[in-house]
């Protein structure tokens, strides 16, 4: 069955950078778009970006232009999210999902002093 | 503050028909597919509606949609209690290139 896992959670300080993976199973890597969205706590859903698994083409949204990079490793059909100076507003949910359709299980990343 | 308006909060009781409702723009609905998303308590989002007015296989009939101009609307008919969750509608954005979403109606079931 299609399948999204990501990596577990993770605290970090501010100015640090976190990567969140996201390993696709139960289907072909490359034939689906590949978001990722957010969701601080309490807060409603917010798009951060999306990577094109075949090629790698990204799209970001303007919010994180600056800080944020998608990749893939077609070879263990993996998509990453690199966020980098961190700060506490960055704490939620990181959620990569195929298309919008398929949504993994969420990474909790918790940004603190 | 979201580029789409959602009511913060809906309710209904078991059997009713409930509607919750997306307004927008033409650089977005107006323009692009509707999507809406249901999120149970402690969960991830799940695809409830795409293009506008499809449901992915297994989504009960219960759940229908409409769109129209800079508007769309989720309408669940039949309210049970584990319809009882968060519902957010997400559309492309051509200003934004990106995607946007509303800010979430919360649905009790009363």
């Known amino acids: 069955q299609v399948q999204l896992v990501q990596s577990g959670a993770e605290v970090k300080k501010p100015g640090a950078s976190v990567k969140v993976s996201c390993k696709a199973s139960?289907?072909?890597?490359?034939?689906?778009?590949m978001h990722w969205v957010r969701q601080a706590p309490g807060q409603g859903l917010e798009w951060m970006g999306l990577?094109?698994?075949?090629?790698?083409?990204?799209t970001y949204a303007q919010k994180f232009q600056a800080r944020v990079t998608m990749t893939r490793d077609t070879s263990t059909s993996t998509v990453y999210m690199d966020l980098t100076n961190l700060r506490s507003e960055d704490t939620a949910v990181y959620y990569c999902?195929?298309?919008?359709?398929?949504w993994g299980q969420g990474t909790l990343v918790t940004v603190s002093s | 503050q979201s580029v789409l308006t959602q009511a913060p909060s809906a309710s209904g009781t078991p059997g009713q028909r409930v509607t919750i409702s997306c307004s927008g723009s033409?650089?977005?609905?107006?323009?692009?597919?509707v999507s809406w998303f249901q999120q149970l308590q402690g969960s991830a989002p799940k695809l409830l509606i795409y293009?506008?007015?499809q449901r992915p296989s297994g989504v009960p009939e219960r759940f229908s949609a409409s769109k129209s101009a800079t508007s769309a609307s989720l309408a669940i008919s039949g309210l049970q209690s584990e319809d009882e969750a968060d519902y957010y509608c997400?559309?492309?954005?051509?200003?934004?290139?990106?995607?946007?979403f509303g800010g979430g109606t919360k649905l009790t079931v009363l």
């Open positions: 997400g559309v492309w954005d051509d200003s934004q290139q990106g995607w946007v």
């Open positions: 293009s506008n007015t």
């Open positions: 990577v094109n698994p075949s090629g790698g083409s990204t």
């Open positions: 033409s650089s977005n609905i107006g323009s692009n597919s």
């Open positions: 999902t195929r298309a919008l359709g398929i």
């Open positions: 139960g289907y072909t890597f490359t034939n689906y778009l």
